[in-house]
């Protein structure tokens, strides 16, 4: 017995998905940055992360380039070394904490690029650039929105 197929004709475009939704990183990056100086003190850093509820943010030098990374996990390594040392946290600048090779992404890259850049260096956040100079910064949460969007768009009409 010969097997039915009730699907009906295919349309020569049906085999073409095209998303209407963005999928850059620049349409999903966070671009108001609070940064950061080498000099600045920890605990400056620590105040910052407190009054705008970030967890990290970029370092840059004079000229406005990108130095460095600093998050609560770098600030962590001060509170525990002023505390097994018996030393303010007062006296400690940004520069000696931070991560200094820092991984950045273009732009232009797509989320789903992104996702596995996320994913294969276990990183929180990650700086965005274009053109060598800083554009904005991408963290999971914005991967995650970003999906999310993306898989609304896929079941509408």
Not at 54 to 68: E, R, Y
Not at 82 to 89: A, C, K, L, V
């Amino acid at each position: 017995m010969a097997i039915k197929s009730f699907q009906g004709v295919r349309s020569k475009d049906a085999s073409k998905k095209e998303y209407d939704a963005p999928i850059l990183v620049e349409d999903y990056m966070t671009k108001k940055l609070v940064t950061f100086s080498p000099e600045q003190s920890i605990l400056e850093v620590m105040e910052a992360f407190a009054k705008y509820h970030i967890s990290g943010g970029p370092v840059m030098d004079k000229n406005g380039f990108l130095v460095g990374i600093i998050s609560e996990a770098d600030c962590m390594k001060q509170i525990s070394e002023s505390r097994y040392f018996n030393q303010p946290i007062l006296d400690k600048s940004v520069e000696r904490f931070m991560t200094k090779n820092v991984q950045t992404i273009p732009h232009d890259m797509s989320i789903f690029d992104a996702a596995g850049v996320f994913d294969k260096h276990n990183r929180r956040r990650l700086p965005v650039m274009k053109n060598d100079i800083l554009v904005g910064q991408i963290s999971r949460k914005d991967i995650v929105i970003a999906a999310l969007k993306l898989s609304a768009q896929n079941w509408k009409k």
